[in-house]
């Protein structure tokens, strides 16, 4: 078995300070992260300061967060007509991320008691969706399970989870997803790209090297030769 290589801190920061990042790559960072995650205000400002043009229109980025705040309180309606405003076809494209919008709308008739319009809507709008894709059928079986207990306490929690506030966040997250594409935008953050880069960098050098590792919450860390990981701290 080869000898592992071992790489002192100062060693390491050495080669840290070699990396040349320009401040147009962190400002393209910042402007990329402000613009995906909807800080509209924030984003103007930044772009007057750093002078970067954005990569999308300001009001988009407003329209995308209308459409989150409006399926955040449950109003899939008004968020299936803005998103038509902004671009029709990203719904006539995208099957799946209609048949979620619908499922989320069934989800709130549900949520409100109103189950004959449940049953409705679940009839003409899902069903037939059902029928065409075993995926769809699926996601509609489980949600119509909704309605076979009598409480949230006796359901299992793969069915519950679906009257949680994370059910819609995750369907307005796929919107905003959409949108973004729409506009020939990152559905990601970069910064979330580049943070799980450097995981995936930091493991496979482990395989070779004893080397500082950074610690996504508290900086820099080194390995002081005792297997301890101690975060580094300016």
């Known amino acids: 078995m080869p000898q592992r290589t071992k790489i002192r801190k100062d060693e390491w920061e050495r080669r840290l300070h070699e990396v040349q990042v ?58 299936i007509t803005r998103v038509n405003d902004l671009n029709p076809e990203i719904l006539d494209t995208n099957p799946s991320l209609y048949f979620h919008l619908q499922q989320q709308k069934l989800i709130e008739y549900i949520r409100q008691g109103r189950i004959a319009e449940a049953l409705q809507f679940a009839q003409d709008e899902l069903a037939p969706r059902g029928e065409e894709s075993p995926e769809f059928l699926a996601e509609l079986e489980r949600t119509m ?79 002081d030769g005792t297997g301890e990981v101690t975060p580094m701290h300016e």
Request: charged share 25%.
């Open 22 to 79: 320009t401040k147009g790559d962190l400002n393209r960072l910042i402007m990329d992260y402000l613009v995906i995650e909807g800080y509209k205000s924030a984003a103007q400002e930044f772009s007057d300061e750093a002078g970067i043009v954005p990569p999308v229109d300001f009001e988009s980025i407003e329209s995308r967060m209308v459409i989150r705040e409006a399926l955040q309180r449950g109003d899939v309606e008004e968020a």
């Open 145 to 223: 399970a909704l309605l076979a207990f009598d409480s949230s306490l006796s359901a299992p929690s793969a069915i519950t989870d679906l009257l949680s506030p994370a059910q819609r966040m995750k369907t307005a997250g796929e919107v905003n997803a959409a949108i973004l594409e729409s506009f020939s935008q990152g559905k990601e953050v970069k910064l979330v790209q580049l943070l799980r880069l450097l995981c995936w960098g930091e493991s496979m050098l482990s395989e070779r090297a004893d080397f500082p590792k950074v610690d996504v919450h508290g900086g820099v860390s080194s390995d």
